[in-house]
């Protein structure tokens, strides 16, 4: 029989133990130690059974035990200890404390998934993971952040396998109260809202529920209140599901909504508000568009009041390729906004600009959440040095006019929360190395200083605990293949094959991540024979490790988990290969410990940062990979492999078809002679005291060379220092006057440009040499110096609204210029009498080979991020150029 309805019921703890609601309502002890130690001691066997979660763990203890702690006067030490080591680490100064003055008062974090913990199921992959850690770094290094996102009332789906291997999605129902979350109420005590309008005078209302992660609160709505009809109710159902109206709505109540809540929270509990709006991938962008309306109620126009929501803004944008950003159709936007429905005050059409792909090789019709965010944002960056690149020139055509090279979009490599991520079997060895304390601060803050002690490690204490996680990796793994078996269909009589699962002596490779077609998940299975040769080996064998989820709609992908799996049914070979169903963060910890070689074979460069093998590396396990996403960044021969790709290592866009076969036919090839000649063999290498010397010391390379930088510490260190602050400061400084006077200046120069001209260029040193290519082409001595002068049509605007640059570098074969330096030029006086100014400056040619020289004309305004943002420049024309115009060094 069910339920009609369904309720919580919370346990009253003994006065005594009433610490331990404060502990388990903080998610601070997801990476906690200590904290879960306590949690466990209280009941072990409910602990196990509730999946390691505090607020389900105080649900399900017998009222007897909780009387039996309350008197057991050691776990009362401990707990008085553990409550006092949170509140120090709430109150107690760190490492944003200690910096100059100056950094943001506040910081506000948007991002539609976070992966925080298992306990709290609001995340499908490495975007929520990474939103997860930069909340959890910016908590230890005491950075102010707020978090915003949804709750997901199903979050993403659980993954079971059919009996013949295919996806099965399932989505249970997550109750709020039954999460370690509370609800932010009104002085009142009625449950805190933001309402959204809608069109046909309909609303969507949503609550505000409130995680607290360590330092930083979180913030996630949830659309499933009685005011809301059916519809509103299911738009925060599930995460990534729906149509593309429902995802619409789902990006307008974080976007707007988010801002809402973040003023409510604010007003609330007397935070000062942030500064700075951290946009993580487009989902959030139309925070921008509330924040723009918020200013135009405070007597701002929209021009100037964009430009002051530009200098505050920072977006991050983490996918290579145009097809994995929100696109929306024009007319579905333009139906949410406006008179009849949301932000009523801002005309559509300017709305409607924010978005729309009018930029060359763009759909005039589609509405693009990218191209949103980079528009409403002064400062922006990919997630990897490689990223930046790809980044950079994907999204050229929003700058025109400017190459690849100085599209104003930086780089932060992602990094990974280690006190989360890394064993605590890790962390004792490294406590017993340096103290407890500096082991502590080497995870959450870094320094190498710390890390350099792992040199000092004995060899055989390495190889004992990376033993002891392969042991306890295939203790897991057994648990879940049979778990999984058991879901297909089978019975305990078809189960004995189970318990030789895997081998702890075995050299172990993982393999785990979400599994779109770019990934590659079947590239190992490419000629199964030579595979099999590897996982059966007399000598050498290997075991292989894979976990993964399909997009739900992604039949492509489900394919190739079924396809895999199949592969690994196989009797010959299933206790050397498995595939291990709903992959999450539970799963992850456990592989990532456990294995010994952290495999990532993605077409490059598909993959924007890839930080599973990072976490992996932080337990001492070694990466192959291609070189993609960070590993591009960071891959040294000392402490990995590096899978040679087909194009020769370049950027390029991932190829299709035949050029894909081939492709992965060649990669595939390189994966198994790297595996068959140099992985395996160093791994069972043994040296005089029977340790395998050089596999110990990459372990020990990964560790002290790869450990400092791999962390969410450095990552956030870097958006404070790189992005945040100067956000902020541009925020300072754009007031109402400021940013109406920088809006007055971009619509002035915006529309005087076109008199903007390069009527002439020379050179006052003639060359020393012609040489036969062309008129304007010469030879000098390296050292020398030429004298600029150019002669510029300005129209009406002046000297003080532009910078006229000489940029110079080496050549290409086409006269492109390569790594390319800037210089400005001085106007050298007052105009002539046709209005025309005269530009001079020194060219010093400081390299040889072909080199060359052009100038251009760019907007200049102490205010402007980058040079290129209003995306403007005047070039020569091909015959402007005078006597020695070009120049060609020996």
């Not at 969507?204 to 509103?232: C, F, K, T, Y």
Request: net charge negative.
């Amino acid at each position: 029989m069910k339920a009609i309805r369904r309720f919580t019921v919370r346990p009253v703890l003994p006065e005594p133990l009433r610490p331990l609601s404060e502990l388990a309502r903080n998610l601070r002890w997801s990476w906690h130690a200590e904290t879960r130690d306590l949690f466990q001691s209280a009941d072990p066997e409910h602990w196990a059974s509730c999946g390691g979660d505090p607020v389900r763990l105080l649900g399900c203890v017998p009222p007897a035990r909780l009387a039996e702690l309350a008197a057991d006067r050691r776990f009362l030490r401990r707990l008085t200890a553990a409550a006092d080591d949170l509140r120090d680490y709430l109150t107690g100064e760190r490492w944003y404390q200690t910096q100059p003055a100056g950094l943001p008062a506040g910081i506000a974090y948007f991002s539609p998934e976070f992966g925080i913990t298992a306990a709290l199921p609001q995340y499908s992959g490495g975007l929520g993971i990474l939103a997860g850690d930069h909340l959890k770094a910016a908590s230890d290094l005491g950075v102010p952040l707020i978090g915003v996102g949804l709750l997901y009332r199903h979050g993403y789906f659980r993954q079971s396998l059919s009996r013949d291997g295919w996806q099965q999605e399932h989505y249970p129902v997550l109750d709020p109260n039954e999460l370690p979350v509370t609800q932010l109420r009104e002085a009142d005590g009625s449950p805190a809202r933001v309402s959204l309008a809608l069109p046909r005078g309909k609303a969507l209302h949503a609550r505000i529920w409130l995680a607290q992660v360590g330092r930083i609160p979180l913030l996630m709505l949830d659309s499933d209140v009685e005011e809301n009809d059916l519809g509103e109710r299911q738009v925060t159902d599930r995460l990534y599901g729906g149509g593309s109206e429902h995802r619409l709505l789902q990006e307008m109540l974080l976007g707007i909504g988010g801002v809402r809540a973040v003023r409510t929270y604010c007003r609330l509990t007397g935070h000062p508000g942030p500064e700075v709006f951290h946009t993580n991938e487009g989902h959030a962008g139309f925070l921008g568009l509330e924040r723009i309306a918020e200013l135009d109620d405070q007597g701002l126009d929209f021009d100037a009041a964009l430009e002051a929501v530009r200098a505050g803004t920072v977006f991050t944008t983490h996918t290579p390729v145009p097809a994995g950003i929100d696109r929306f159709d024009r007319e579905l936007v333009a139906r949410h906004f406006g008179p009849d429905a949301e932000l009523p005050r801002i005309d559509v059409e300017r709305v409607l600009g924010l978005g729309m792909e009018t930029h060359p090789g763009g759909e005039p019709n589609l509405f693009n959440m990218a191209v949103m965010g980079l528009r409403l944002a002064q400062r922006a960056n990919g997630v990897s040095l490689l990223h930046g690149q790809v980044s950079r020139e994907m999204f050229a055509g929003l700058w025109p006019g400017f190459g690849p090279e100085e599209v104003p979009i930086t780089s932060v490599t992602n990094g990974v929360h280690a006190p989360t991520w890394v064993a605590p079997e890790v962390f004792r060895l490294g406590a017993r190395q340096i103290g407890a304390q500096r082991a502590e601060d080497a995870l959450s803050v870094g320094g190498s200083d710390r890390w350099d002690s792992v040199a000092d490690i004995p060899d055989e204490d390495i190889w004992e605990l990376r033993r002891e996680l392969r042991e306890q990796l295939v203790g897991e793994v057994r648990h879940r293949v049979a778990a999984a078996w058991r879901q297909r269909g089978a019975g305990p009589a078809e189960l004995g094959w189970v318990d030789g699962v895997l081998d702890p002596e075995v050299l172990t490779i993982g393999f785990a991540r979400r599994v779109p077609s770019y990934k590659r998940l079947t590239l190992m299975l490419r000629d199964r024979d030579r595979l099999m040769d590897l996982l059966l080996h007399p000598e050498r064998p290997v075991q292989i490790v894979v976990a993964g989820k399909a997009h739900p709609a992604d039949d492509g992908g489900k394919r190739l988990i079924q396809e895999l799996v199949r592969f690994a049914d196989d009797p010959r070979v299933r206790h050397r290969i498995v595939f291990l169903p709903d992959y999450g963060m539970a799963m992850a910890q456990k592989l990532y410990h456990g294995c010994d070689v952290w495999l990532n074979n993605p077409l490059r460069p598909l993959e924007a940062c890839g930080t599973s093998g990072m976490k992996a590396a932080l337990n001492g396990c070694l990466n192959l990979s291609v070189l993609d996403g960070w590993w591009d960044e960071w891959y040294q021969s000392d402490f990995g492999w590096a899978i040679p790709t087909a194009d020769g290592g370049a950027p390029l866009p991932a190829t299709v078809g035949e050029e894909a076969d081939h492709r992965d036919e060649v990669e595939a090839a390189a994966l198994y002679e790297l595996l068959e000649r140099r992985i395996a063999p160093r791994f069972y290498e043994r040296g005089r005291a029977g340790l395998p010397d050089r596999w110990i010391e990459m372990v020990r390379r990964t560790l002290t060379l790869l450990g400092p930088k791999v962390l969410a510490g450095r990552m956030v260190r870097e958006y404070v220092e790189r992005l945040y602050t100067p956000a902020a400061h541009a925020h300072r400084a754009l007031d109402a006057s400021a940013a109406r006077e920088l809006a007055a200046w971009k619509a002035r120069v915006r529309a005087g440009w076109h008199e903007v001209s390069v009527d002439h260029v020379e050179t006052s040193c003639p060359p020393a040499e012609r040489t036969g290519r062309s008129a304007s082409t010469a030879t000098a001595e390296l050292g020398a110096t030429l004298g600029l002068r150019v002669r510029v049509g300005l129209g009406s605007l002046g000297p003080e609204d532009v910078q006229v640059q000489a940029v110079s570098g080496r050549v290409d074969e086409e006269d492109r210029i390569t790594d390319a330096s800037v210089a400005a030029l001085k106007p050298a006086g007052a105009p002539d009498a046709d209005g025309r100014w005269v530009y001079e400056g020194p060219l010093s040619l400081d390299r040889t080979g072909p080199y060359g020289y052009t100038v251009r004309i760019l907007p200049d305004h102490r205010l402007l991020a980058s040079p290129a943002e209003l995306g403007l420049v005047t070039v020569p024309p091909q015959d402007a150029g005078g006597d020695g115009a070009g120049v060609l060094l020996r």
